[in-house]
T-cell receptor, first 115, second 115 residues
Framework: DAMVIQNPRYQVTQFGKPVTLSCSQT?????MYWYQQKSSQAPKLLFH???????NEADTPDNFQSRRPNTSFCFLDIRSPGLGDAAMYLC??????????????FGPGTRLTVL | AQKVTQAQTEISVVEKEDVTLDCVYE???????LFWYKQPPSGELVFLIR??????QNEISGRYSWNFQKSTSSFNFTITASQVVDSAVYFC????????????FGTGTRLTVIP
């Protein structure tokens, strides 16, 4: 089945220690998104890639970076995690943006704990 | 600006009862899309429905139904004969027709179905 896969499902890191979260997709979608979801809150978009074009949300901290080496994979790098970065990180994909292709498919998420 | 309001933070119902989750949205766009997603305890956001702003027909899918009313800017979701497996957080979301594909989420409604 075509799907969005996130690894690992649970990640524990230490304060200030860089961490990378991984997302892959078999849907061959053009757009990949990263969301941050803190406890009891709605998901918040951090950035997205349309093919190789990177689109950062205005309020995304510089501490968060992303890479998309190919269509299938997208990575979220947190350079110096703080306690406030503990959250669920959701990856999503869509065929396009706007119009009929804007349906987003989500992965299972990676729950990040910062000690 | 786009905004989605889910006034019900938590709802509890007894199994087999019907339950309606409210969603009210704000947008100046004439064309937009509305979504409902389900987030079970596992964390993955599961797509339930997408509705184009020009399509005001109500939709039924099994025990699920949706009532879209542009006049009141509402897109309510009803679960008939609720089951324990329906327990989850439900998010209503809005996206624009063109441009950035940001999903504007409501704050979610936590539904608990009691056996």
């Amino acid at each position: 089945d075509a799907m969005v896969i996130q690894n690992p499902r649970y990640q524990v890191t230490q304060f200030g220690k860089p961490v990378t979260l991984s997302c892959s997709q078999t849907l061959n979608h053009n757009v990949m998104y990263w969301y941050q979801q803190k406890s009891s809150q709605a998901p918040k978009l951090l950035f997205h890639y349309y093919d190789k074009d990177f689109n950062n949300e205005a309020d995304t901290p510089d501490n968060f970076q992303s890479r998309r080496p190919n269509t299938s994979f997208c990575f979220l790098d947190i350079r110096s995690p703080g306690l406030g970065d503990a959250a669920m990180y959701l990856c999503a994909t869509s065929r396009g943006t706007g119009g009929r292709y804007n349906e987003q498919f989500f992965g299972p998420g990676t729950r990040l704990t910062v000690l | 600006a786009q905004k989605v309001t889910q006034a019900q933070t938590e709802i509890s119902v007894v199994e087999k009862e019907d339950v309606t989750l409210d969603c009210v949205y704000e947008t100046r766009d004439t064309t937009y899309y509305l979504f409902w997603y389900k987030q079970p305890p596992s964390g993955e956001l599961v797509f339930l429905i997408r509705r184009n702003s020009f399509d005001e027909q109500n939709e039924i899918s099994g025990r699920y139904s949706w009532n879209f009313q542009k006049s009141t800017s509402s897109f309510n979701f009803t679960i008939t004969a609720s089951q324990v497996v329906d327990s989850a957080v439900y998010f209503c979301a809005l996206t624009r027709q063109t441009g950035a594909n940001n999903l504007f989420f409501g704050t979610g409604t936590r539904l608990t179905v009691i056996p």
